[in-house]
């Protein structure tokens, strides 16, 4: 079993920045990629980027060029990195963590971008 723990939501103004983090627990030598959904109100929960065990990242289109995904092999534990938030980047996000045989979520953390 692997367990995650996000952190680092909040409200943030457009254009600004936020880092999210999410930690991994348990056993956490069977992921073979880590990454973030979101879920805005009223829409279906969306890919925002990945990063493979190698470092390969990948990213949804929206978010290319503002959002970096990162990893701290030490720590257990992957980042994201957002700057130059919209309004539009207003939901909860959600660690996620894919071993071979499953796939395992965290509780989410909520990001508010809103003047």
């Known amino acids: 079993q692997v367990q995650l723990v996000e952190s680092g939501g909040g409200l943030v103004q457009p254009g600004g920045s936020l880092r999210l983090s999410c930690a991994a627990s348990g056993r956490i030598f069977n992921i073979i990629v880590m990454g973030w959904y979101r879920q805005a109100p009223g829409k279906q929960r969306e890919l925002v980027a990945g990063?493979?065990?190698?470092?390969?990242?990948s990213y949804v289109d929206s978010v290319k060029g503002r959002f970096t995904i990162s990893r701290d092999n030490a720590k257990d534990t992957i980042f994201l990195q957002m700057n130059s938030l919209k309004s539009e980047d207003t939901a909860v996000y959600y660690c996620?963590?894919?071993?071979?045989?499953?796939?395992?979520w965290g509780k989410g953390t909520l990001v508010t971008v809103s003047s």
């Open positions: 990063i493979t065990s190698g470092g390969t990242t």
């Open positions: 996620y963590a894919t071993m071979v045989d499953a796939t395992t």
